[in-house]
C-alpha cells in the first residue's frame, strides 16, 4: 500500500465532518478520531484511523480525508461520503450499501468484498482501486475515473456505467446480467471473454408454489399467518400464475422463465434488476412497484397499471420506480404509468397505443 502521507497536507475539521444519528459521546469520538487522523497525513504524530467492524451506518463524512483509514468490515450503510478522500484506505468486506460516495477519492483503495449494492459513485475517482469480489449491484458510476481499477470476480447487475473512463479495468470472471452487458457494450465499456451471467438458484415448481401460498396467507391475515415470498438471485419456474396476490413479494434479481402473469397483483413488490423479458403481465397491478434495472424486453404490459399507490400508515403516495428499466419492444398499449419514474428507461420499440405517461418522470428516456 502507498504511503498516503505523501503529499497530503494537513485538513482542518470541518462542521461536515459530524456523523448524522449518533450518540453525543459516540459523535465525539468519530470527531477525534478524524482529527488524529489528519495529524497523522500531516506527519504531526496524531493516530491513523482505524474504524474496522464499527457500525458507522448513516453517518456523515462528507469532506474529510481519511486516505489511509481503515475500514475493513465496518458498517457504512447509508452514509454520505460525498468528496471524502479515501486514498489508499482498507475497506476490505465494508458493508457501503446505498452509501453516497458522488466525487469521491479511492485511488488505491482496496475494497476487496465489500458491498456496494446501489452505491452512488458518480465521478469518484478510483484509479487502481482494487473491487475484487465486490457485489456492486445497482450501483451507479456515472463519468467515475476507474482506470486500473481490478473488479475481478465482482457482481455488475443492474450497474450503471455510463461515461466512466474504464482504460484497463481489470473485469475478469465479473458477473453480468444481459441487459447490463448491452448496456455496457453501448457505453464502450468492452467485456472480456470470460464474463458469466448470474448463478440463478433453481426453484422447484412444488416450492415455489408452496412459498406462494405461504405468502397470499401473509397478505390475507396482515402479516399474522404465514411469511412473505422473499427469493433473491432465484430462477421462478413456468407456472400459470392468473389472477395470484404477490403484493408486497421480494423477487429481487430473480429471473422469471415465463408462464401466464396475467393479472397477478404485483402491488408494492420488489422486482429490481430482475429479468422478466417476454413475460406475460397484462392487466396485472403493479402500482408502486420497484422495477429498477429490470428487464422486461418484449414483455405483454397491455393495461397494466403502474399509476401510484397510497400508503395508509405514512399517509403518502409511492410511486412505480423503472428507473433504468429496459422495456425495449415490449407492448404497453393501455398500460397506465401516472406519476411513474421512467428515467433513463428504455421504451423503444414499444407499442404505446393509448399509454398514459401524464406525470410520468421521462428524463433522458431511451425511445
Given at each position: 500500500?502507498n504511503?498516503?502521507?505523501?503529499?497530503?497536507?494537513?485538513?482542518?475539521?470541518?462542521?461536515?465532518?459530524?456523523?448524522?444519528?449518533?450518540?453525543?459521546?459516540e459523535?465525539?469520538?468519530?470527531?477525534?478520531?478524524?482529527?488524529?487522523?489528519?495529524?497523522?497525513?500531516?506527519?504531526?504524530?496524531?493516530q491513523?484511523?482505524?474504524?474496522?467492524?464499527?457500525?458507522?451506518s448513516?453517518?456523515?463524512?462528507?469532506?474529510?480525508?481519511?486516505?489511509?483509514?481503515?475500514?475493513?468490515?465496518?458498517?457504512?450503510?447509508?452514509?454520505?461520503?460525498?468528496?471524502?478522500?479515501?486514498?489508499?484506505?482498507?475497506?476490505?468486506?465494508?458493508?457501503?450499501?446505498?452509501?453516497?460516495?458522488?466525487?469521491?477519492?479511492?485511488?488505491?483503495?482496496?475494497?476487496?468484498?465489500?458491498?456496494?449494492?446501489?452505491?452512488?459513485?458518480?465521478?469518484?475517482?478510483?484509479?487502481?482501486?482494487?473491487?475484487?469480489?465486490?457485489?456492486?449491484?445497482?450501483?451507479?458510476?456515472?463519468?467515475?475515473?476507474?482506470?486500473?481499477?481490478?473488479?475481478?470476480?465482482?457482481?455488475?447487475?443492474?450497474?450503471?456505467?455510463?461515461?466512466?473512463?474504464?482504460?484497463?479495468?481489470?473485469?475478469?470472471?465479473?458477473?453480468?446480467?444481459?441487459a447490463?452487458?448491452?448496456?455496457?457494450?453501448?457505453?464502450?465499456?468492452?467485456?472480456?471473454?470470460?464474463?458469466?451471467?448470474?448463478?440463478?438458484?433453481?426453484?422447484?415448481?412444488?416450492?415455489?408454489?408452496?412459498?406462494?401460498?405461504?405468502?397470499?396467507?401473509?397478505?390475507?391475515?396482515?402479516g399474522?399467518?404465514g411469511?412473505?415470498?422473499?427469493?433473491?438471485?432465484?430462477?421462478?419456474?413456468?407456472?400459470?400464475?392468473?389472477?395470484?396476490?404477490?403484493?408486497?413479494?421480494?423477487?429481487?434479481?430473480?429471473?422469471?422463465?415465463?408462464g401466464?402473469?396475467?393479472?397477478?397483483?404485483?402491488?408494492?413488490?420488489?422486482?429490481?434488476?430482475?429479468?422478466?423479458?417476454?413475460?406475460?403481465?397484462?392487466?396485472?397491478?403493479?402500482?408502486?412497484?420497484?422495477?429498477?434495472?429490470?428487464?422486461?424486453?418484449?414483455?405483454?404490459?397491455?393495461?397494466a397499471?403502474?399509476?401510484?399507490?397510497?400508503?395508509?400508515?405514512?399517509?403518502?403516495?409511492?410511486?412505480?420506480?423503472?428507473?433504468?428499466?429496459?422495456?425495449?419492444?415490449?407492448?404497453?398499449?393501455g398500460?397506465?404509468?401516472?406519476?411513474?419514474?421512467?428515467?433513463?428507461?428504455a421504451?423503444?420499440?414499444?407499442?404505446?397505443?393509448?399509454t398514459?405517461?401524464?406525470?410520468?418522470?421521462?428524463?433522458?428516456?431511451?425511445?
Amino acid at each position: 500500500m502507498n504511503n498516503p502521507r505523501e503529499g497530503s497536507p494537513p485538513v482542518k475539521p470541518t462542521s461536515k465532518l459530524e456523523p448524522v444519528t449518533r450518540l453525543d459521546d459516540e459523535a465525539y469520538d468519530i470527531r477525534l478520531a478524524i482529527r488524529r487522523h489528519q495529524q497523522w497525513l500531516a506527519n504531526n504524530s496524531g493516530q491513523r484511523a482505524d474504524f474496522s467492524f464499527r457500525d458507522l451506518s448513516g453517518v456523515s463524512l462528507a469532506g474529510a480525508d481519511l486516505s489511509g483509514a481503515r475500514f475493513q468490515g465496518t458498517n457504512l450503510t447509508g452514509a454520505n461520503l460525498t468528496g471524502a478522500k479515501l486514498n489508499d484506505a482498507d475497506l476490505r468486506n465494508a458493508s457501503l450499501q446505498r452509501a453516497n460516495l458522488k466525487d469521491a477519492q479511492l485511488n488505491g483503495a482496496d475494497a476487496s468484498g465489500a458491498k456496494l449494492i446501489e452505491a452512488s459513485l458518480d465521478h469518484a475517482r478510483m484509479t487502481k482501486a482494487k473491487l475484487v469480489d465486490c457485489d456492486l449491484t445497482g450501483a451507479d458510476l456515472i463519468d467515475a475515473k476507474m482506470q486500473g481499477a481490478n473488479l475481478t470476480g465482482s457482481l455488475l447487475i443492474g450497474v450503471d456505467l455510463t461515461g466512466a473512463e474504464t482504460t484497463g479495468v481489470i473485469l475478469n470472471r465479473v458477473v453480468v446480467d444481459s441487459a447490463t452487458a448491452a448496456m455496457c457494450r453501448a457505453a464502450g465499456v468492452v467485456l472480456p471473454d470470460n464474463i458469466t451471467g448470474p448463478a440463478y438458484r433453481e426453484l422447484s415448481i412444488k416450492d415455489f408454489v408452496m412459498a406462494m401460498i405461504s405468502h397470499e396467507l401473509w397478505v390475507a391475515t396482515s402479516g399474522a399467518a404465514g411469511s412473505r415470498l422473499d427469493l433473491d438471485l432465484a430462477k421462478v419456474p413456468f407456472v400459470k400464475m392468473n389472477g395470484r396476490k404477490l403484493a408486497g413479494a421480494r423477487l429481487h434479481r430473480c429471473q422469471i422463465e415465463g408462464g401466464d402473469w396475467h393479472g397477478v397483483d404485483l402491488d408494492l413488490a420488489d422486482l429490481a434488476y430482475a429479468d422478466l423479458s417476454g413475460l406475460n403481465l397484462q392487466n396485472s397491478r403493479l402500482r408502486g412497484v420497484n422495477l429498477r434495472r429490470a428487464n422486461l424486453t418484449g414483455s405483454c404490459l397491455v393495461s397494466a397499471a403502474f399509476s401510484p399507490i397510497q400508503l395508509e400508515i405514512r399517509n403518502q403516495q409511492a410511486p412505480s420506480n423503472l428507473e433504468g428499466a429496459i422495456l425495449s419492444n415490449a407492448n404497453l398499449s393501455g398500460a397506465s404509468f401516472t406519476g411513474a419514474n421512467l428515467k433513463k428507461a428504455a421504451i423503444d420499440g414499444c407499442n404505446v397505443s393509448g399509454t398514459l405517461w401524464q406525470g410520468a418522470e421521462m428524463t433522458a428516456v431511451r425511445r
